[in-house]
């Protein structure tokens, strides 16, 4: 296999396209003019080939309190110190709860701490050449914005995936914004030739030293509002927040524990703790895409894992469970990533915690209106008050009634419903879907239970057996 040619940025960019100019010929080529293959080609080299210096496996870089604490002086007054108010629900969990809302950053994310403060440590050489990166949104989101405010110039290359609402975000923010390759791989390799070509500094969304130290500012706050906490609940993805927040917190109060939550889907932190290091982890969809990382950063790494406790995994279904009781209970809206840390309390996981005192990190809001919907159809879904069914009824006058009345005797909600002739062999007979929404668990078993005194044959759609059960409990 030949070697790809040696390339040069050219100085042209047209309707979001970069061109590129090879050294042995004259003619430019646009990325968005060549197949998938040769677009991996122009951008010379896998990311594991192009080595961030600041992000070496051969060198990590472990970060210390020091680093956290001229983090908090420097972004002081750039970023919002918000508010860890105790949970309204903490007696129902059976434990001393508090939430601290991260998701309350102007840009909806805790990622705006590190990326000022990594831009604030810039030379000025570099701040008037200015930074890259690659990103799905927000650590996209956070540079470009403090990039803007601190008037240096700001890249970001954003994979085809990412939300068009956060990529026309970034570009209000005045980034220069490049939306190229299929995934997080191909958009970080172009984004480090970039920086080669551009003489710009690449800046990794979670395992750059400044950003780790910015992310545990958040650690340096939750003492301040809530001193001596038992445990500290937070989402893992890369692992920059977790090694940032455990190095604040051991620092300062060594008995509390450091929990790390990633979703079932994307357990990337696990996988690198089992291994003794970081390595690639197949990832699937997830609610929480925030935290979907297929490998954790090597610097993150070597600072996190000495200083967490645990590590839990929690099921899709209880991130849903836990975005719809933080809308319902807190007036909360979070991402998937936000709510992982309450879906393992919600799940059971951390039992052992309760009667103790214990804050759970809420740590991003960017979530997609559509996709919020899903969610809370889904949470309504797994706790039993969203339901599913199918039935059979006589097609003669007034069979259909005779259902929606016992529904009503029942108080129910017909969210939905519609019939079936054609397909069923008893020309009789008419099949009736029905989407109806109940208060809880239990009132969805007593409708069950009367549509079963009535009716032969009822189908009830699956909701998994064990989330059913322990929401019985909550």
């Given at each position: ?184 791989g191909e958009a970080k390799a172009l ?23 910015g992310q545990g500012t958040i650690g ?242 699956d909701v998994p057996l064990a989330l ?7």
């Amino acid at each position: 296999m030949s070697q790809p040619q040696k390339m040069e940025m050219s100085n042209g960019q047209k309707n979001g396209a970069v061109a590129f100019k090879l050294n042995d010929a004259s003619e430019s080529v646009k990325m968005d003019q060549l197949s998938v293959p040769q677009r991996i080609q122009h951008i010379s080299g896998s990311v594991e080939e192009q080595v961030d210096p600041f992000c070496d496996p051969k060198n990590p870089k472990r970060i210390s309190f020091h680093d956290v604490t001229s983090a908090a002086f420097l972004i002081k007054g750039g970023v919002e110190r918000t508010p860890c108010p105790r949970s309204t629900s903490s007696e129902s969990y059976g434990m001393d709860l508090y939430l601290k809302k991260d998701f309350l950053q102007y840009t909806g994310s805790f990622k705006e701490r590190g990326a000022r403060y990594a831009l604030l440590c810039l030379s000025e050489e570099q701040k008037r050449r200015g930074v890259i990166s690659a990103s799905l949104g927000n650590h996209a989101l956070a540079l470009s914005y403090h990039g803007w405010k601190l008037s240096i110039p700001v890249t970001v290359v954003m994979p085809t995936a990412a939300p068009i609402m956060k990529v026309q975000k970034c570009r209000n923010y005045k980034a220069r914004v490049i939306v190229e390759g299929r995934d997080m791989g191909e958009a970080k390799a172009l984004a480090m030739r970039m920086a080669q070509d551009e003489k710009l500094l690449y800046i990794n969304g979670y395992d750059h030293p400044h950003i780790m130290a910015g992310q545990g500012t958040i650690g340096l706050e939750i003492l301040e509002q809530v001193p001596e906490p038992d445990a500290v609940v937070v989402p893992v993805g890369g692992g920059g927040l977790i090694a940032g927040i455990a190095t604040a917190l051991k620092a300062l109060s060594p008995k509390t524990k450091i929990i790390g939550v990633e979703s079932e889907k994307c357990a990337s932190f696990s996988k690198a703790l089992d291994n003794k290091g970081p390595i690639d982890t197949p990832i699937k969809n997830t609610l929480a895409d925030g935290l979907a990382v297929p490998k954790v950063g090597v610097n993150a790494f070597v600072t996190a894992q000495p200083l967490i406790d645990r590590m839990v995994i929690v099921k899709e279904e209880w991130i849903a469970v836990a975005i719809l009781r933080l809308v319902e209970e807190e007036k909360c809206v979070v991402e998937g990533a936000g709510g992982a840390g309450l879906a393992a309390i919600l799940a059971g996981h951390l039992d052992d915690l309760k009667g103790k005192k214990v804050v759970v990190l809420l740590c991003g809001g960017n979530i997609d209106t559509t996709v919020l919907g899903r969610c809370l159809e889904r949470g309504l879904a797994a706790e039993g008050r969203l339901v599913k069914f199918n039935v059979e009824v006589s097609d003669r006058p007034g069979g259909i009634n005779d259902l929606c009345a016992l529904l009503v005797r029942v108080g129910v909600s017909i969210k939905d419903i519609m019939h079936e002739r054609a397909w069923l062999r008893d020309i009789y007979t008419v099949e009736v879907k029905v989407v109806c929404e109940t208060v809880d668990w239990a009132h969805s078993l007593q409708l069950k239970n009367e549509l079963k005194k009535f009716y032969t044959k009822v189908q009830f759609s699956d909701v998994p057996l064990a989330l059913n059960e322990k929401t019985l409990d909550v």
